[in-house]
Each structure stands twice: as C-alpha cells, then as structure tokens.
C-alpha cells in the first residue's frame, strides 16, 4: 500500500541545488499533519557525500542510486530511474521544486506512470487528512486550490521560493542504495550542457543577494549606479520586465512571471513599481527592500523595508556606506 513522501534531491557538480532543501522542509511541514514518513531519493555517481548532507536533515532515509547512465542529467534516465524507485519505495506523494530541470523531466515521469503532476504551488493545507495544494494561475492573479485524485503517488512541486530551506529541521536519516536498470533502449537521450536561459546566462534562482533594476532608473546609461551598489553587495544585478524588454539589460536577468523565479536572502528593488507579474518572480525573498518615489507603488506591499524618495539620491549613499 502506498504510503509516505519521496522528496527528489536535485544537485549539480556535486553540491545540493539549495531549491531542494525548500521541497525537504515541504515535506517535514505536510508530514508534521499526516504523520507520514519521509525519505528522499539522490540520483547519480559518486553522490555519497551528497546523500550524507540530505541525511543531516529530518528525514526517515534517503535513497541512493548510482548508475553510469545517471552520470549526466537526461529526462530519459531520471525518468526511467525514478520510476523504479517509485515502484521499490511505493509512496504516496512525490515532492519536487519547479526547477528547469523538473519542468523537464516530471510531465514525462507522471504521464508514463498516469499520475497526476501539481505543479509550480506555492503551498498546502490538510483538510479532512487530505492534501490541498494552491498554486496561482492568470500570472498570480488568482489562486487555485487543488486536491489531487485517483492512484498515488501524486506529484507535487513546488515553486522556488515557497518554504525556507534554511528552516529544514536536522535529523539523522539511514541511508541506503537502491539498483535500478538502466540500458540504451531506455535512455535515448544524449547528454547536453546543462538548460540556461541564453548564452553565458546566470541563474539568479541560485543567488543569496539581488539587487534589481525598474523603470524609474529612467535611462540605461543609470542603470550603472544600481550595478555599483549590487556590487558594493556581493549582490547579482537584476531587473524588471521593461529594462530587458528595452534590452538594458539582457533577458536573463529578468525576474518575473515570463522570467525567472527567485528566493534571496536579499532582494533589494530599485524603481521597481511592483506589477503583479515581477511580484510573482521574487515574492519568496526572505527579505524585501524597496526604494520608489512613489509612496503608493505595490511594492511596498510585500516590502519588510520600505524607502520613499529619489533613487538617484539613495543609491548612491547606500552604495558608498556598502563600501565602509
């Protein structure tokens, strides 16, 4: 009988992509209603030091599977390979983070199994013992609540920046390997370097500290002065929908609903107004600084800290305090 949450830990060059320590505290939260187990399933090679990492945190096990086609990401092997595990575990929901590589992967893993995959949610609630999950639909103009039916496991991910990695409790989980079979009629897949958005393109989803650029700097020869301070940060340089779509800066800076989705420890917004759709890119941070002339603008919202005046004048002393 299907039973438990599977957390599926994704990691690059050996180290944890930290989006899945989001999913982990996910499941410690449902588990903490249901009273569930939970494991977390770690796919790769030489993945042990990965796998005593997760195995530091409030889980039952963790699973390991090593494997010469997992060696390198493709859909085909992760699919094929979580399948298996999924078959020797038997749990009742699978949690991921709506990752690129998830986004890739998990429509082909739910639809070969005919499962259903929530996607992209935000949270969750129990109601009656059973899982609501919300997700928000209309770029995050409403939102929707979800109750997943029919056989388990259901698939559930998440949206980057929905619960603090940072808040998994520690624990002490068994770890144990797992063998799956893997062969060239399965993955037909050719590894490729890993997805970015464009050439050279940086993946803000990963970064503690953002610094980011609206409209109000007013021209792109300006946006120099927000560089300066992102940099007095140790901050990625970051921007709104206008600035990219003006191709002041280029498209992979760009958070928001048709952009990238992130969670810092520190997004600081600079002439940001806050539209629905920027909001919903960078709503996760743990700590929202916004500075706008406008006293009205919506992104005082969602701001812990909020300054009302003129960017041209703030920047810049911010900028040389970093500095001290």
Known sequence: MANGILVYIEHVDGKINRASLEAVRAAQLIAGQTGQEISAVVLGQGIGDIANEIAGKKLNSVYTVENDWLKTYTADGVTHALRQVIEQTQPALVLLTHTYEVRDFAPKLAASMNRVLVGDCISFRIENGKAVFTRQVFQGKLAADVVPVGDTPHFVSFQIGSYRGDESEAGQASVSALTVNLDADLVRQQPEERFKEAKAAVDLSQAPLIVSVGRGIKEQKNIE????????????????????????LPMDRQIGSSGQTVAPKLYMAI?????????VGMKGARTIVAINKDPEAPIFEIADYGIVGDLFEIVPALTAEAKK
């Open 271 to 279: 002439g940001i107004s806050g539209a629905i759709q920027h909001l």
């Open 225 to 248: 002065i927000v560089k300066q301070l992102a940099e007095a940060f140790g901050a990625e340089l970051a921007a709104s929908r206008p600035i990219c779509d003006n191709e002041w």
